[in-house]
T-cell receptor, first 114, second 114 residues
């Protein structure tokens, strides 16, 4: 089972560049989300989706876009990278049926903006 | 409003000592779920346990145990006979039945010295 596949694992961007972080899950989970984790801090929610075609903002959405055209995929786009977006990014998915289950995480993307 | 507090920023113990990581939560819902995750130095997020609000039984898994007390809104995690491999950041998280969002504590960095 692949679970949640997140790519790339590492990325260096120049200020102003754009890029897309990919996230795919094969568990048919409706709920997917993106977090960022800064040094010494917990996880902060960027965007989330409760199903294909439905997305919403989390705690720190500025500078990021998402879309959810299929249940499996939930890419995160950085529109114009800034040094403040240097962070580790995690994609996660969860089953949200009759019982709230744990979140399954991708391996993370370490992004550096110079 | 929902909130998770992990007051211990960092704990350092010598191998084989027992250690307890505290987690205090706030929620207005009567149905909610609590989670613990481990983040080892390699960076991935590893799910440890889920507990729902109607199940106050303590859980034991090998050297790990969890104490859920609704009266004090706490969900503490104890490692017995700690080992160097237990060194990691541990996160406590909460989700309410009425809300898909995971609310994260700031994490406790556990250092086990040989």
């Amino acid at each position: 089972n692949a679970g949640v596949t997140q790519t790339p694992k590492f990325q260096v961007l120049k200020t102003g560049q754009s890029m897309t972080l990919q996230c795919a899950q094969d568990m048919n989970h409706e709920y997917m989300s993106w977090y960022r984790q800064d040094p010494g801090m917990g996880l902060r929610l960027i965007h989330y989706s409760v199903g294909a075609g439905i997305t919403d903002q989390g705690e720190v959405p500025n500078g990021y876009n998402v879309s959810r055209s299929t249940t499996e995929d939930f890419p995160l786009r950085l529109l114009s990278a800034a040094p403040s977006q240097t962070s580790v990014y995690f994609c996660a998915s969860r089953y949200t049926g009759t019982v709230n289950t744990e979140a399954f995480f991708g391996q993370g993307t370490r992004l550096t903006v110079v | 409003a929902q909130k998770v507090t992990q007051a211990q920023t960092e704990i350092s113990v010598v191998e084989k000592e027992d250690v307890t990581l505290d987690c205090v939560y706030e929620t207005r819902d009567t149905t909610y779920y609590l989670f613990w995750y481990k983040q080892p130095p390699s960076g991935e997020l590893v799910f440890l346990i889920r507990r729902n609000s109607f199940d106050e039984q303590n859980e034991i898994s090998g050297r790990y145990s969890w104490n859920f007390q609704k009266s004090t809104s706490s969900f503490n995690f104890t490692i017995t006979a700690s080992q160097v491999v237990d060194s990691a950041v541990y996160f406590c998280a909460l989700t309410e039945d009425s809300n898909y969002q995971l609310i994260w504590g700031a994490g406790t960095k556990l250092i086990i010295k040989p």
